[in-house]
Structures are given as C-alpha cells and as structure tokens.
C-alpha cells in the first residue's frame, strides 16, 4: 500500500513559488507496474525522490506498509569515489541482504567486467543505469521505482532487464517513469499521469499514454502560438 496524503512540494526560483506537487491525496494499488508519464519538469522524478524518501516534501506525507527501493536511475544513488562492488556491499548492509550474494547478482547481471570494481565516477551513464537497476533488482522490494532505466544496453541485455522486471512484479509492485511509450507498453499495465501538480490514475495504460500524449501534443502547439 501506497498512500499521498496531502502531499505538497514547492521550490522557490528567484523569489517565485513553483508548485510541483500540489496537495496530492491518493492511494495507489498494489501488484501492478505503474507508468508515471507527464511532459518534462512536470515533476515525475521529484515525486519519485519524495516517495522514496530521499526528498521532503514541502507538507503532506507517503504512507507505506512495505518496502521502497531508492529511484533507479538517480544519479545520486551511488558514491562516485566508491567501486561499483564497494557501493553494492555497502547497500547490501543498509538492506540487511547478504552482502556476496548481492555482489554477485550484480556482477553478472550488470555486465561491467573489470569496470565493476573501478570508481563509479568513470562510469558512462549508461553503466550507472545497468549497476543501479541490477543493484535494486537484486533486493526484493514491495515496491520498485523506475526512472528511465531499462532501455540501456543492447537488445539482449534490455531482454534480460525485462525478464528479471517481470519476475519481480510477481511479489512486488512498481513506479516507472519513461519517455518511451513502447517501454511503458512492454513493462506497465496501468498510468499515472502528473500535469500542472495534479496526478490522475488509469486502470488501462493505454488511455493513460492518450491522455498524456494530448498534453504534450498541446503544450507544443501552445509552444509554436508564442
């Protein structure tokens, strides 16, 4: 279970009030893999830094009875001096998971060869996208947060990233957010669509990806009136 309740998120920008959350109050199913779709700086990631706990909000509160992985693909997830085998040993102790086995996981699925035990820093971003997704995947979570990561890598190591995804749905549930409407279409089966610090639910997708494809199609034609 994951519950909004009253949840707010504001930034100042040189003495104006931006609102990108604004009083959201809802709960979201569990067992399904949701798209969290919206145009960009809509908010989608700011949402998904606030429920994973990494960002206050400005009021309001997530409720959760389960467990919520850090936002894949957030580039602050791992410490740039660090290996990438020294970061997975050091989450597997904050996760209480066994620390080699996790290790491995991350090893194999992750396919960085001897780049895994070199400083993150020197990552590429997409050998950062492979370790944090293969890092989460490694743990069960109730409820993974996705953020544009698993169109990484070619098209073998994108099927490996769908299989491993789908068996986790299984047992947990997910956020993803993604621009590629073919990769929501493969991993998600219902949509949340953020517009203007408002998040509207859909139990079928596709509507979903209608909805928010018509906001983008308007925001450009508003774009090219000016």
Not at 157 to 173: D, G, I, L, W, Y
């Amino acid at each position: 279970m994951l519950r909004f309740e009253h949840l707010s998120k504001s930034f100042d920008v040189r003495g104006v009030r931006n609102i990108v959350i604004d009083d959201l109050n809802m709960e979201l199913p569990s067992g399904c893999a949701l798209a969290l779709l919206g145009r960009n700086g809509a908010g989608k990631s700011t949402l998904l830094q606030i429920i994973a706990g990494t960002l206050r909000p400005t009021s309001g509160r997530v409720v959760s009875d389960g467990s919520i992985s850090w936002p894949v693909g957030f580039g602050g997830s791992f410490h740039g001096e660090l290996t990438g085998a020294q970061n997975v040993r050091f989450i597997a102790r904050i996760y209480g998971v066994d620390t080699d086995t996790l290790v491995e996981f991350v090893d194999d699925f992750a396919e960085l060869g001897g780049q895994f035990h070199m400083p993150v820093r020197t990552y590429s971003s997409g050998m950062r996208s492979r370790l944090t997704f293969g890092a989460s995947m490694g743990i069960q979570f109730d409820t993974y947060l996705v953020d544009e990561v698993t169109a990484v890598g070619d098209a073998a190591f994108r099927a490996k990233s769908r299989e491993v995804f789908v068996e986790r749905m299984k047992h947990s549930s997910a956020i993803m957010v993604s621009h590629e409407m073919g990769q929501v279409r493969q991993f998600c089966d219902r949509g949340l669509v953020l517009n203007n610090g408002q998040l509207q639910y859909f139990e079928d997708v596709e509507e979903a990806i209608d909805v928010h494809l018509d906001l983008v199609k308007q925001a450009r034609a508003g774009f090219k009136g000016r």
